[in-house]
């Protein structure tokens, strides 16, 4: 049972390219989450999917686009990259939104910009 | 003001000892609350959870929730080496909102 599965672990781009940091789960979870984890500010919300079909902002979407490709996937789109999105990004999930539900994570993208 | 504040640390506790991690929360709405566990490089793990007033109990870890105040904490009791870690809090109203994470370090 892989959980959830985020592809790559490691890129490093250029200032101005263009990637997509793909993550899947297979726990038939409801909600999918991306957060960015920068050094002393904890877990920033940047975009979330409470069910299959709907898509918000977090905390800090500036700079990036999602895409709830079904229930099982959830991508994140940096479309033109800066130093400023260099971070680690973690995916999660969790069977429904709100209450008392557990959050799952992947195993993180460290993502360097250059 | 940041939805989800902990107290600052690092916190550096002898081994043996109680370690106390503090959290606030800035929706009095919210009501559920998360205490994660992140060892450095790793990905975050839920240790406790909970959602009533009151004191919840899990082995040697302790969440305490006091609503009217807006605040939770984690007492970790008998710190062991192995609870060196980098702990988030959380709360979960429709989104999950984290805190900056409290590290501790348990000195042998």
């Known amino acids: 049972n892989a959980g959830v599965t985020q592809t790559p672990k490691f890129q490093v781009l250029k200032t101005g390219q263009s990637m997509t940091l793909q993550c899947a789960q297979d726990?038939?979870?409801?909600?999918m989450y991306w957060y960015r984890q920068d050094p002393g500010m904890g877990l920033r919300l940047i975009y979330y999917s409470a069910s299959e079909g709907t898509t918000d902002k977090g905390e800090v979407p500036n700079g990036y686009n999602v895409s709830r490709l079904n229930k099982r996937e959830f991508s994140l789109r940096l479309e033109s990259a800066a130093p400023s999105q260099t971070s680690v990004y973690f995916c999660a999930s969790s069977e429904a939104p709100g209450g008392g539900t557990e959050a799952f994570f992947g195993q993180g993208t460290r993502l360097t910009v250059v | 003001q940041k939805e989800v504040e902990q107290n600052s640390g690092p916190l550096s506790v002898p081994e043996g000892a109680i370690a106390s991690l503090n959290c606030t929360y800035s929706d009095r709405g919210s009501q559920s609350f998360f205490w994660y566990r992140q060892y450095s490089g790793k990905s975050p793990e839920l240790i406790m959870s909970i959602y009533s007033n009151g004191d919840k109990e899990d082995g040697r870890f302790t969440a305490q929730l006091n609503k009217a105040s807006q605040y939770v904490s984690l007492l970790i009791r008998d710190s062991q080496p192995s609870d060196s870690a980098t702990y988030l809090c959380?709360?979960?109203?429709?989104?999950?909102?984290f805190g900056a994470g409290t590290t501790v370090t348990v000195r042998a």
């Open positions: 959380a709360v979960n109203d429709y989104k999950l909102s």
């Open positions: 726990m038939n979870h409801n909600s």
